[in-house]
């Protein structure tokens, strides 16, 4: 779901990462100029945007005076989707550490309201609710998160890879995260989002909004109407 790649992604900073900068690493989520209405009680002073790049532009001092950003869900998400407008719920629990070391853990309860423009959903209404806990209080969520990972690195779907076209225009790639990255042509990352796989079928999120599938079917995958094949080693 769109909610969770956009904390979990989205917001998720690693020591040594560049500058965060809102309209470069979130802009897949949001109309930045439209309207809309963006709350979080963390946000300096409080504030109230009313466009999202200018509530980005409140994030990126605080966001970047941050040596990491940990996120992990502790419960959700939950979804009201209709035609054209939706909205979804879910807790995250999120461990940030300063520059000079000090930790601040928080649990956070989000929702968020989506509208479709046609070719994507967009957040046009946010509202974040957090509180100061402990690390002990959401240390089991990282703690669970990181024996799932360390599952699929022990069992890895015999699917992952690089799945390629004969012609090599289309090219997707099923990453051990539970991630795929398709490019087009020259165009790397054109599409982008999460993946399953059950028995030989797949379902993709892309995280523009849409949804596909595809099948495997000795040893070549039908996807999109298009016939791919794995690609040895990613050559």
Not at 22 to 44: M, Q, S
């Amino acid at each position: 779901m769109l909610h969770e790649t956009w904390i979990l992604d989205g917001w998720e900073r690693a020591p040594g990462d560049p500058a965060f900068v809102f309209a470069e690493k979130l802009a897949r989520y949001y109309d930045l100029e439209g309207p809309g209405v963006f709350y979080d009680d963390l946000a300096p002073d409080g504030k109230t945007a009313r466009r999202a790049i200018d509530y980005g532009a409140l994030w990126e001092g605080p966001f970047n005076n941050m040596r990491s950003a940990h996120h992990a869900i502790s419960d959700g998400p939950d979804a009201i989707i209709g035609n054209s407008v939706a909205s979804t719920t879910l807790e995250f629990v999120a461990r940030l550490e300063a520059q000079d070391g000090a930790v601040t853990a928080i649990r956070d309860r989000s929702q968020l309201g989506w509208q479709c423009d046609g070719n994507r959903w967009v957040i046009r209404h946010e509202h974040n609710s957090a509180r100061v806990v402990t690390e002990a209080e959401i240390a089991p969520y990282f703690q669970q998160t990181e024996e799932q990972s360390g599952m699929s690195e022990i069992q890895p779907s015999p699917y992952i890879g690089m799945w390629v076209t004969a012609d090599n225009h289309v090219r997707q790639e099923l990453r051990p995260d539970g991630r795929y990255a398709e490019a087009r042509g020259n165009r790397e990352n054109a599409y982008t989002g999460r993946y399953e796989i059950e028995g030989n079928r797949i379902e993709y999120w892309d995280d523009s909004g849409f949804t596909a599938d595809g099948e495997f079917i000795n040893g070549i995958l039908h996807h999109g109407g298009m016939i791919m094949h794995r690609q040895e080693n990613n050559q």
